[in-house]
């Protein structure tokens, strides 16, 4: 049977037919839609939201210690975060087969950094699989699996965006019989990495490095596919894509496993064809290891960007040192720029609205909200990585004293907060920072899609379950009086915030307005609002909110004049199909040209 599936699709199915057990992760694109696939179609498999990736890599091993086979999915940055359990893991093995799936960013389409991790499978001296395609991506999800179990070790699978995104016929095939019982095994040496027992287990990975060498020459998915001998390219997983595109007819090594590689095979790629470039993504992975095996290629990253992705044009263009020939535009004229923002109705708005009104430092993180750092709004100051926030803040209160009080925030999103910010808060709360907190409660990981956490009160597949109370942990931390507000209700926002401010002790805020597009949250929406055009004065003030649904509109000859005899160069207007009658705008408009449709202006929603 055959079916058309996403890399990530092809990744959850791979993981479906080699008899896994357990699947955990935390959200973050381009990985995210594997767990879901998992949650949604494998019913079979366990599957859970984890509160990080660290987190999410401990409960996959602690499965492949009981023997189950098991996946733990993340992108990128999330293996920094896996990092601590993962370089020892490498020294206990497995069980049941473990595989770590490493989704990259090339491009930083969604992504703090462009980190290349195939590193960490040569850091860590574990195997690495890259596919270059849906059909590879659930095959070599298997070949992992055994791997795995074969050299007792985690498998590192890399995708990237191209992957994980791009569709493609699969081939799919019935699930297998893990052959690994699933039982409690005692093996205290190869579990327990005290010293005594971890300077054996090095040892072993050594060996198994060595026999992983000589898996890698026979290994399927590394490949010659000789053809023209004048020119031979060196390339794997979306890269091999785009050069085998451009030129169908030079000769290949094509490479599925890239840690360890095959020193025989290249050296053997290398007396075949009279010149050998190589191209690849991001760092020059394979081309400075190559190049200390010995041998000398033509051309690598002299010819391509160590930075962003690849595409077909920029292979030729490197691959033939000319000058790209401008593509043909999509339309006739050019677009207008559509600069990320802020949904219209999201709290998070009301809460930046203030901050900038108070021209306070914010230190930021990773989520929707980072998106405030962006004009108009210009009220995220700093972003580094998910939890950063609130540790930046202490650090900056902490180094400026007196001369900070009241001018620094962190502003961190629940999940963001559950994921890295619970330690750096309890920092603040045992060190007695003067830094404000602000926890923009949208009650769902809202960048990456809706996914739950644990204080949204569900499971991934919405069963209900506990639900953390923010500031409940917040006090257990440190924090005497954490305080809630309604984030669309600006003059209470602004309120809670200047006092909190105020205060020579650690202060915490929770923000809670729930994410727009997680409609169980609300009982009901309000009417759009409405610009009265003979009342508008064309301030801007509105606008100056981000908010998609208002615009700004010039006006030339009567429309120039108010009904009072006001002069104005524009209006405001507010598209009704985009407005959810927030109240925000409303609020700021000082000469009363927002009109609202609702017997009494609410700020906010009814929620549930």
């Not at 230190?363 to 540790?391: F, H, K, Q, R």
Request: glycine share 8%.
């Amino acid at each position: 049977m055959r079916k058309i599936l996403s890399g990530n699709e092809a990744i959850a199915r791979g993981a479906f037919e080699a008899g896994v057990k357990v699947a955990a992760a935390y959200p973050g694109t381009p990985s995210t839609e594997i767990l879901e696939t998992i949650s949604r179609e494998y019913k079979d498999i366990y599957a859970e939201w984890s509160p990080n990736e660290k987190v999410a890599l401990e409960v996959t091993y602690g499965a492949s210690m009981a023997g189950a086979r098991a996946i733990a999915c993340m992108k990128h940055v999330g293996v920094n975060v896996a990092a601590d359990p993962f370089m020892t893991l490498s020294y206990v093995g497995v069980n049941g087969g473990l595989v770590l799936l490493t989704a990259d960013d090339p491009e930083l389409y969604s992504s703090q950094n462009e980190q290349d991790n195939r590193n960490y499978a040569k850091f860590a001296k574990v195997p690495m699989l890259e596919p270059s395609d849906s059909q590879e991506a659930k095959d070599f999800i298997k070949v992992g699996y055994e791997v795995s179990e074969k050299f007792d070790t985690p498998v590192m699978v890399r995708s990237v965006t191209r992957i994980s995104h791009a569709k493609g016929i699969v081939e799919l095939q019935d699930p297998v019989i893990p052959p690994v019982p699933i039982e409690i095994k005692k093996d205290t040496a190869k579990y327990t990495m005290l010293p005594s027992y971890a300077r054996i287990r090095h040892a072993f990975i050594e060996e198994r490095l060595l026999k992983l060498k000589e898996f890698a020459e026979g290994f399927s998915g590394n490949r010659m596919e000789l053809n023209d001998p004048t020119i031979g390219i060196i390339a794997a997983g979306i890269s091999y894509q785009y050069v085998r595109e451009v030129y169908p007819n030079y000769s290949y090594l094509k490479l599925g496993m890239v840690w360890p590689l095959p020193k025989n095979l290249i050296g053997e790629f290398f007396k075949k064809v009279k010149k050998v470039y190589i191209v690849e993504e991001l760092d020059p992975f394979l081309e400075e290891n190559i190049r200390a095996m010995g041998f000398k290629p033509k051309g690598g990253k002299n010819l391509f960007s160590m930075c962003g992705e690849l595409n077909p044009f920029l292979v030729e263009k490197g691959m033939s040192k000319k000058k790209m020939k401008a593509l043909k535009p999509l339309f006739k004229e050019t677009l207008p720029p559509r600069p990320p923002n802020l949904c219209p109705g999201c709290p998070h708005r009301g809460v930046f609205q203030v901050l900038r009104k108070l021209k306070v430092f914010a230190s930021g993180d990773i989520g929707c909200y980072t998106l405030g750092a962006y004009p108009p709004l210009n009220v995220i100051n700093s972003n580094i990585c998910m939890g950063s926030s609130i540790g930046g803040a202490h650090g900056m209160a902490k180094a400026l004293g007196e001369q900070g009080k009241g001018k620094i925030v962190g502003v961190i999103g629940d999940s963001t907060f559950l994921h890295s910010g619970v330690h750096p808060l309890m920092d603040v709360g045992y060190n007695r920072s003067n830094a404000t907190i602000i926890i923009v409660d949208n009650r769902t990981t809202g960048m990456t899609g809706q996914q739950e956490h644990p204080a949204t009160g569900y499971t991934i597949r919405g069963e209900k379950t506990h639900r953390i109370d923010l500031a409940e942990l917040g006090h257990v931390l440190g924090f005497e009086n954490p305080r809630k507000l309604n984030p669309w209700n600006l003059e209470e926002t602004e309120q809670v915030i200047r006092e909190e401010l105020e205060k020579d002790e650690p202060s915490l805020i929770i923000s809670e307005g729930p994410c727009m597009l997680l409609r169980r949250a609300f009982k009901k929406f309000n009417q759009p609002l409405q610009v009265d055009s003979t009342k508008c004065v064309g301030c801007k003030t509105c606008v100056s909110l981000g908010c998609p649904a208002i615009s700004y509109h010039s006006v030339e000859g009567e429309m120039a004049t108010t009904a009072d005899g006001k002069k104005r160069k524009g209006i405001a207007y507010i598209e009704s199909s985009l407005c959810p009658g927030c109240h925000v705008c409303f609020q700021v408009c000082k000469f009363g040209a927002i009109k609202s449709q609702e017997e009494k202006p609410i700020f906010g929603f009814e929620t549930v």
